[in-house]
T-cell receptor, first 113, second 112 residues
Framework: GAGVSQTPSNKVTEKGKYVELRCDPISGHTALYWYRQSLGQGPEFLIYFQGTGAADDSGLPNDRFFAVRPEGSVSTLKIQRTERGDSAVYLC???????????FGEGSRLTVL | GENVEQHPSTLSVQEGDSAVIKCTYSDSASNYFPWYKQELGKGPQLIIDIRSNVGEKKDQRIAVTLNKTAKHFSLHITETQPEDSAVYFCAASDFGNEKLTFGTGTRLTIIP
C-alpha cells in the first residue's frame, strides 16, 4: 500500500533483550518521526529525522534508545537492555516538511515480560 | 516544554447530537494546533488543524476554534454519526519545530 508500514506489528520479548522496530515511510516523505504511546495516553515524541540525520532526538528517554535512517527512507528504532517500562505501542509517522500533517503507521506493539 | 491538557477523557453523545472536546496549552510560542482521530488498532489520522493566524476553521461537520489569549482550543463535531466513535487527540507545536505535544485523548462514543 501507499501508507506508512511498520514491522513487526507485535513483539514480545524478555527483560534485558535487544529489539529493533522498523518503519517504511511514504515514498517521497523526507521527514520521519517516532512516537511512543502508552495505554490510555497520547503519543509521546521520541525523535525526528529530516533526511538521514536526526534533527531532534530530545524525546529519547535514555541511551538505551537509538534510531537510524541511513539512506533517508527506512528507519529502525533500536532498544537495548529492554525494561518492562518500555512496553508500549511505538508509532512511526512521515510527512512532507512544513505541511504539518503527519501520516502515522499502525504501530509496533512492544511487550517486555 | 509544552504541556497540553484535554477534557473530557470520555464522552458519550446520542447520534445526531453535537460533541465538543476542549484543550489547553501552556507554551505561548505554540502556533499550530491539529486534531487527530485514532480508531482501534490504527495510527492517529489528522482530521483538522488550525494555525494561530485564524480563530476558527470548519470542514463539513467538523470545526475547530482557537483562543490564543486564553491558550485554549476546541473541536466541535455536529450531527454525529456512529463512525465518529473513536479516540480524539489534540496537539500543539511551534510550527516548523516539527515536534507535536499531544493531549491525553478523549474517547468519543456515539450512541445509536
Amino acid at each position: 500500500g501507499a501508507g506508512v508500514s511498520q514491522t513487526p506489528s507485535n513483539k514480545v520479548t524478555e527483560k534485558g533483550k535487544y529489539v529493533e522496530l522498523r518503519c517504511d515511510p511514504i515514498s517521497g516523505h523526507t521527514a520521519l518521526y517516532w512516537y511512543r504511546q502508552s495505554l490510555g495516553q497520547g503519543p509521546e515524541f521520541l525523535i525526528y529525522f529530516q533526511g538521514t540525520g536526526a534533527a531532534d532526538d530530545s524525546g529519547l528517554p535514555n541511551d538505551r534508545f537509538f534510531a537510524v535512517r541511513p539512506e533517508g527512507s527506512v528507519s529502525t528504532l533500536k532498544i537495548q537492555r529492554t525494561e518492562r517500562g518500555d512496553s508500549a505501542v511505538y508509532l512511526c509517522a512521515s510527512s512532507l516538511r512544513f505541511t504539518g500533517e503527519l501520516f502515522f503507521g499502525e504501530g509496533s506493539r512492544l511487550t517486555v515480560l | 516544554g509544552e504541556n497540553v491538557e484535554q477534557h473530557p477523557s470520555t464522552l458519550s453523545v446520542q447520534e445526531g447530537d453535537s460533541a465538543v472536546i476542549k484543550c489547553t496549552y501552556s507554551d505561548s510560542a505554540s502556533n499550530y494546533f491539529p486534531w487527530y482521530k485514532q480508531e482501534l488498532g490504527k495510527g492517529p489520522q489528522l482530521i483538522i488543524d488550525i494555525r494561530s493566524n485564524v480563530g476558527e476553521k470548519k470542514d463539513q461537520r467538523i470545526a475547530v476554534t482557537l483562543n490564543k489569549t486564553a491558550k485554549h482550543f476546541s473541536l466541535h463535531i455536529t450531527e454525529t454519526q456512529p463512525e465518529d466513535s473513536a479516540v480524539y487527540f489534540c496537539a500543539a507545536s511551534d510550527f516548523g519545530n516539527e515536534k507535536l505535544t499531544f493531549g491525553t485523548g478523549t474517547r468519543l462514543t456515539i450512541i445509536p
